[in-house]
């Protein structure tokens, strides 16, 4: 038996020997200063670095690199999304050298030239963790993305501020933390409309726009342009503005309504009490231009909204100037903004996968924010470090665990009660998010109403 066990493993040792086909097959050999290479079916990203650069995880090189060359290389494909890649495209396989490059500046190991030549006192450096999901204010629902989306488009109303005695937008607590929301949610004030009111029934808001506001393409912002972006919203049937919009009462393009060029109004079947807070979210309720939008769609996309995955057409304080997807976004000021000019001249989002690295960088000072810090390193390693300040305060966003109450068991109160009264909250709180959260009371957070 042991002979014939032998005997066998010498034979599959010849035939892999034989047949240096498949598995034992070394790399395709990569040229030195990298390659064009024309995307073929079951291709993907990490499938490509693995093949050409050794290394799986070595796709942002190739991603990064296609979208340098696509600036001035009309026969590359620019690549928005890492997972969509589509049959018959053009990528550049960068050399070892580049790729080497390429990943220390995804890795945030090395800063683009943007935010090292920047002035620092015009100019504020982000890092954030991932790329954006697209810049469509009616779909975006990444809380990052919002919060950087929001600079780019105005809406018709806002919450008011809240500031402190000192001035400061966060009125500071004893120990530096901050028992505030960003904004009095109970107070709301016009932005793109100058003045707005609702009728005795409460049936029918009208909005008064101001005149003369820009978007960034020169067009003037007109109350056709705030029809069309509600209506968008409602004709495509998904998206969290729709969802937003059906709570505040509006599921049908009828009810928006142009009166004329500077009035807008929206007619509700019964009171809503959620219209204004639905209208003053700043990620999705903005105006679109609706002249730019238009000239964009097509039979395959009737509401542009592949166009939209990396372009902005806002009339927000900030306009995107360079975005390269998996890297970084560059804002400018809108110097023609109604509201005047941003004093902080360059916003620049650099994308930092690593929590670590971004917290480096942070203490470095060789940025000026970081998001998704570990609760851990926010209560110990940056408390009280130099030259840093972590403000908190209750984020718009909740952590839900949904369950379809039509099928068993979950059609049962008592379940529902019972999986309530299973979650360990406080042991949440204390040892996950290091207590920097508090029990939800309902799915509206505490830094929304």
Same mark, same amino acid.
């Given at each position: 038996?042991?002979?014939? &066990?032998?005997?066998? #493993?010498?034979?599959?040792?010849?035939?892999?020997?034989?047949?240096?086909?498949?598995?034992?097959?070394?790399? /395709?050999?990569?040229?030195?200063?990298?390659?064009?290479?024309?995307?073929?079916?079951?291709?993907?990203?990490?499938?490509?670095?693995?093949?050409?650069?050794?290394?799986? !995880?070595?796709?942002?090189?190739?991603?990064?690199?296609?979208?340098?060359?696509?600036?001035?290389? /009309? !026969?590359?494909?620019?690549?928005?999304?890492?997972?969509?890649?589509?049959?018959?495209?053009?990528?550049?396989?960068?050399?070892? =050298?580049?790729?080497?490059?390429?990943?220390?500046?995804?890795?945030?190991?090395?800063?683009?030239?943007?935010?090292?030549?920047?002035?620092?006192?015009?100019?504020?450096?982000?890092?954030?963790?991932?790329?954006?999901?697209?810049?469509? /204010?009616?779909?975006?629902?990444?809380?990052?993305?919002?919060?950087?989306? %929001?600079?780019? @488009?105005?809406?018709?109303?806002?919450?008011?501020?809240?500031?402190?005695?000192?001035?400061?937008?966060?009125? #500071?607590?004893?120990?530096?933390?901050?028992?505030?929301?960003?904004?009095?949610?109970?107070? &709301?004030?016009?932005?793109?409309?100058?003045?707005?009111?609702?009728?005795?029934?409460?049936?029918?808001?009208?909005?008064?726009?101001?005149?003369?506001?820009?978007?960034?393409?020169?067009?003037?912002?007109?109350?056709?342009?705030?029809?069309?972006? &509600?209506?968008?919203?409602?004709?495509?049937?998904?998206?969290?503005?729709?969802?937003?919009?059906?709570?505040?009462?509006?599921?049908?393009?009828?009810?928006?309504?142009?009166?004329?060029?500077?009035?807008?109004?929206?007619?509700?079947?019964?009171?809503?009490?959620?219209?204004?807070?639905?209208?003053?979210?700043?990620?999705?309720?903005?105006?679109?231009?609706? %002249?730019?939008?238009?000239? %964009?769609?097509?039979?395959?996309?009737?509401?542009?909204?592949?166009?939209?995955?990396?372009?902005?057409?806002?009339?927000?304080? @900030?306009?995107?100037?360079? @975005?390269?997807?998996?890297?970084?976004?560059?804002?400018?000021?809108?110097?023609? @903004?109604?509201?005047?000019?941003?004093?902080?001249?360059?916003?620049?989002?650099?994308?930092?996968?690593? #929590? %670590?690295?971004?917290?480096?960088?942070?203490?470095?000072?060789?940025?000026?924010?970081?998001?998704?810090?570990?609760?851990?390193?926010?209560?110990?390693?940056?408390?009280?470090?130099?030259?840093?300040?972590?403000?908190?305060?209750?984020? /718009?966003?909740?952590?839900?665990?949904?369950?379809?109450?039509?099928?068993?068991?979950?059609?049962?109160?008592?379940?529902?009660?019972?999986?309530?009264?299973?979650?360990?909250? !406080?042991?949440?709180?204390?040892?996950?998010?290091?207590?920097?959260?508090?029990?939800?009371?309902?799915?509206?957070?505490?830094?929304? =109403?």
């Amino acid at each position: 038996m042991t002979k014939r &066990f032998v005997n066998f #493993a010498i034979l599959v040792a010849l035939l892999i020997a034989l047949v240096p086909g498949a598995a034992m097959a070394a790399p /395709p050999p990569q040229e030195e200063e990298g390659q064009t290479y024309v995307i073929q079916k079951d291709d993907w990203l990490s499938k490509l670095a693995e093949k050409y650069l050794g290394d799986v !995880e070595a796709w942002p090189a190739i991603l990064l690199a296609t979208n340098k060359m696509a600036e001035t290389d /009309p !026969e590359l494909n620019r690549i928005d999304y890492a997972d969509i890649v589509e049959v018959g495209w053009m990528v550049w396989i960068p050399g070892d =050298a580049e790729a080497e490059e390429l990943l220390a500046e995804y890795r945030g190991e090395v800063l683009p030239a943007e935010a090292t030549e920047a002035d620092p006192g015009q100019t504020l450096i982000v890092a954030v963790p991932g790329d954006l999901e697209g810049w469509d /204010p009616a779909t975006s629902t990444y809380f990052t993305s919002n919060e950087m989306i %929001q600079t780019l @488009y105005d809406r018709l109303v806002e919450y008011e501020v809240k500031e402190g005695a000192d001035g400061n937008l966060y009125p #500071a607590q004893a120990g530096g933390t901050v028992d505030n929301r960003y904004a009095d949610t109970t107070k &709301f004030k016009g932005m793109l409309a100058e003045t707005y009111g609702v009728s005795d029934d409460g049936l029918t808001w009208t909005f008064n726009l101001r005149e003369g506001v820009k978007f960034s393409s020169g067009n003037e912002l007109t109350a056709a342009d705030v029809e069309y972006s &509600f209506d968008r919203s409602l004709n495509m049937g998904k998206g969290i503005l729709n969802t937003m919009l059906s709570f505040a009462g509006i599921t049908d393009p009828a009810q928006t309504v142009v009166v004329d060029d500077y009035t807008f109004q929206i007619q509700l079947e019964e009171p809503n009490n959620l219209l204004l807070h639905i209208l003053s979210l700043g990620s999705n309720s903005g105006v679109l231009d609706s %002249q730019v939008v238009e000239a %964009q769609v097509t039979p395959d996309d009737p509401y542009a909204e592949k166009w939209l995955r990396n372009h902005v057409v806002g009339s927000g304080p @900030y306009v995107m100037e360079k @975005y390269e997807p998996g890297n970084q976004v560059v804002y400018v000021a809108n110097e023609d @903004y109604w509201k005047g000019a941003p004093t902080l001249k360059k916003v620049i989002y650099k994308t930092v996968p690593s #929590a %670590q690295t971004r917290l480096t960088l942070l203490l470095n000072g060789a940025i000026d924010i970081a998001y998704d810090i570990p609760g851990q390193d926010l209560t110990n390693t940056l408390n009280g470090a130099e030259g840093v300040k972590v403000v908190s305060f209750p984020a /718009p966003s909740t952590t839900v665990f949904f369950t379809n109450n039509t099928v068993a068991p979950y059609d049962d109160v008592k379940v529902r009660k019972a999986l309530c009264y299973a979650v360990p909250y !406080e042991a949440l709180i204390d040892n996950v998010l290091y207590g920097l959260g508090k029990p939800a009371l309902g799915p509206v957070a505490y830094g929304v =109403a």
